[in-house]
């Protein structure tokens, strides 16, 4: 049974848009020049990362955080960057008796924003607070550490089969990949999406029904 749903941040619960419009405009170019970039880096199977230096050789994204934050213009998001599903989704697992945590690869400001937004959940951790990021197994390991639930019982929730899936499944969690975002389109037809996902999903609202019906079949 699925007593534990964890969820991953950018594009998952985060839609990202605006926040890489505001790197384009930090790099001065284009926006729809630089997400152009962005997915072809992803379609080529790169670093994400790698887009930036596609603008600016030796770009270095910790570094340039800290001149963002010290011009002022420092990376944020809030309410209206949540996805829609978010908030009813979160309230509806945990009212089905479902321990409900958020874990991803971001920063400890991040985090502080997340946690500043109040959302229905047991948990919000980064990998700047565990001091490991995905897809490194043992940021999977911190969520089963974290997790009242075994890993079998725990569904890790992210739009990326790179990041979030296949080091989730490698770590014993069940796992449920949700098209959208970049990744999450432009990796839907990998064969693993469908071949080691336990389930996929177009919105979070859909995952309250689908784990009631996985719960019931595994009763």
Same mark, same amino acid.
């Given at each position: 049974?699925?007593?534990?749903? +964890?969820? /991953?941040?950018?594009?998952?619960? +985060? /839609?990202?848009?605006?926040?890489?419009?505001?790197?384009?405009?930090?790099?001065?170019?284009?926006?729809?020049?630089?997400?152009?970039?962005?997915?072809?880096?992803?379609?080529?199977?790169?670093?994400?990362?790698?887009?930036?230096?596609?603008?600016?050789?030796?770009?270095?994204?910790?570094?340039?955080?800290?001149?963002?934050?010290?011009?002022?213009?420092?990376?944020?998001?809030?309410?209206?960057?949540?996805?829609?599903? *978010?908030?009813?989704?979160?309230?509806? &697992?945990?009212?089905?008796?479902?321990? +409900?945590?958020?874990?991803?690869?971001?920063?400890?400001?991040?985090?502080?924003?997340?946690?500043?937004? /109040?959302?229905?959940?047991?948990?919000?951790?980064?990998?700047?607070?565990?001091?490991?990021?995905?897809? @490194? *197994?043992?940021?999977?390991?911190?969520?089963?550490?974290?997790?009242? %639930?075994?890993?079998?019982?725990?569904?890790?929730?992210? /739009?990326?089969?790179?990041?979030?899936?296949?080091? %989730? +499944?490698?770590?014993?969690?069940?796992? %449920? &990949?949700?098209?959208?975002?970049?990744?999450?389109?432009?990796?839907?037809?990998?064969?693993?999406?469908?071949?080691?996902?336990?389930?996929?999903? @177009?919105?979070?609202?859909?995952?309250?029904?689908?784990?009631?019906?996985?719960? %019931?079949?595994?009763?």
């Amino acid at each position: 049974m699925i007593r534990a749903v +964890v969820f /991953d941040v950018g594009e998952c619960l +985060v /839609d990202e848009t605006r926040e890489y419009g505001t790197w384009a405009d930090w790099l001065g170019v284009p926006r729809h020049t630089f997400a152009a970039m962005f997915g072809a880096v992803i379609a080529q199977g790169r670093d994400y990362r790698e887009t930036f230096q596609e603008f600016r050789p030796g770009f270095d994204l910790t570094e340039e955080r800290e001149k963002r934050a010290a011009a002022g213009q420092p990376e944020w998001f809030g309410e209206d960057d949540l996805y829609p599903d *978010v908030r009813p989704t979160l309230a509806a &697992l945990r009212a089905a008796g479902l321990w +409900v945590g958020i874990a991803g690869n971001q920063t400890v400001r991040a985090g502080g924003l997340l946690r500043g937004l /109040d959302l229905p959940s047991d948990m919000i951790a980064t990998s700047d607070d565990w001091g490991v990021s995905k897809p @490194d *197994v043992k940021f999977f390991e911190s969520v089963i550490e974290a997790t009242p %639930a075994e890993p079998g019982e725990i569904l890790y929730v992210g /739009d990326r089969l790179d990041n979030d899936i296949r080091p %989730a +499944v490698q770590a014993g969690l069940l796992t %449920a &990949l949700i098209r959208r975002g970049p990744w999450g389109t432009i990796q839907q037809r990998d064969p693993d999406a469908d071949a080691i996902t336990t389930m996929r999903i @177009d919105s979070l609202a859909e995952l309250p029904e689908k784990i009631a019906k996985f719960n %019931a079949e595994g009763r």
